[in-house]
């Protein structure tokens, strides 16, 4: 059974860094893409960021309100995914979802549990 | 990267159809047939439910559809169940390897 644990949410004050983890298995984890979402309380889902995998490659990409704060990576030899988010403002305050990608058809077919980043002072 | 637009919320009696719009723009709904729609449900993770605009995954009701008209996706919810209340949402390929969601539509049955 696919199955995938986020992990390495928190409270965190304002300009701080945190680092997600979402662990998979049941699958061969480095034949996939992976992403991240996030739910700000009482929102919609937005989408966060995406890794190829290494078969596929190409550059990793960010949504505009992270880009050059958040940093994706994955250590496939271990079936983790990593974000790395610095200077963490308020506003990133929400619960963070890993989701297996699927790189032909871009839909993603597997959700982890969700983690709660709470940025506050 | 601007939201796809849905409906706030829809609502339908048990045994009807009802139809969610998804409205984007040719940067993204418009340019590629590459819209996903994932159901949740109070309280849990997303469901996958829909990809390539109208192909259901394994396991996923017959009951749910989905088509594409210029900038415009919609899923059809047919034989409509108290179950299927949740919010839905569209995701659609923006090129580059970016996506973008849909704002979402709460679905209520009456």
């Known amino acids: 059974e696919v199955q995938l644990v986020d992990s390495g949410g928190g409270l965190v004050k304002p300009g701080r860094s945190l680092r997600l983890s979402c662990t998979g298995s049941g699958f061969t984890f480095g034949d996939y893409a992976m992403s991240w979402f996030r739910q700000a309380p009482g929102k919609g889902l937005e989408w966060v960021g995406f890794i190829r995998s290494k078969t596929y490659g190409g550059p990793i990409e960010y949504a505009a309100s992270v880009k050059g704060r958040f940093t994706i990576s994955r250590d496939d030899s271990k079936s983790i995914a990593y974000l790395e988010m610095n200077s963490l403002k308020t506003e990133d305050t929400a619960v963070y979802y890993c989701?297996?990608?699927?790189?032909?058809?871009?839909?993603?077919?597997?959700w982890g549990q969700g983690t709660l980043v709470t940025v506050s002072s | 990267q601007s939201a796809l637009t849905q409906p706030a919320s829809v609502s339908g009696s048990p045994g009807q159809s009802i139809i969610i719009s998804c409205t984007g723009s040719?940067?993204?709904?418009?340019?590629?047939?590459?819209v996903s729609w994932y159901q949740q449900q109070p309280g849990k993770v997303p469901k996958f439910l829909i990809y390539e605009v109208n192909k259901r995954p394994s396991g996923v009701s017959n009951r749910f559809s989905g088509s594409k008209s210029g900038s415009t996706a919609s899923l059809t919810i047919s034989g409509l169940q108290a179950d299927d209340e949740a919010d839905y949402y569209c995701c659609s390929y923006a090129g580059g390897s970016t996506f973008v969601f849909g704002t979402g539509t709460t679905v209520n049955v009456l």
């Open positions: 989701a297996r990608g699927i790189s032909w058809n871009y839909s993603f077919d597997s």
């Open positions: 040719s940067g993204d709904v418009g340019s590629y047939n590459l």
